[in-house]
Structures are given as C-alpha cells and as structure tokens.
C-alpha cells in the first residue's frame, strides 16, 4: 500500500473537494481519494501504480492545479 500526496491549488470549499474526487476518479483504479479545501492537499492510498501526469491532468481538469509533494 502506498500513499501519494499532491499539493492542490484553488480549491475554497467542498464542492472543490467533489469536483477534484470526481476527475481523479475517472482515470483508472487510484484507490481511496481524499481531498482537503482545507489543507489543500489530495491524499491517494492505493496498490496500483499511479500515473503522475495523468493525476495532474485530472486535477487541472477540475480546474485546479497539482504538483506531487
């Protein structure tokens, strides 16, 4: 089990949080989500193998901007 941790820039409320689940979500198997307006932050906890851009290109989907910490 590995956890990887994204610093995520934008976000002001739960809706942020929802729409940055949402898109990272779409991309394939990332295992459990969990999203902070709060601290800005963007927790995976998965067993796969997690691709770096293809999270980043999610979060800047939801319209936010990402880099892995």
Do not use: N
Request: glycine letters at 10%; proline letters at 1%; one cysteine or more.
């Amino acid at each position: 089990m590995s956890v990887i941790e994204y610093q995520v820039t934008g976000m002001t409320c739960g809706h942020c949080e929802m729409s940055v689940r949402e898109e990272v979500g779409k991309i394939g198997p990332v295992g459990k989500i969990d999203v902070s307006a709060a601290t800005g932050r963007l927790v995976l906890t998965t067993d796969a193998a997690v691709d770096d851009a293809a999270v980043i290109a999610a979060v800047d989907e939801a319209g936010y901007k990402a880099v892995r910490i």
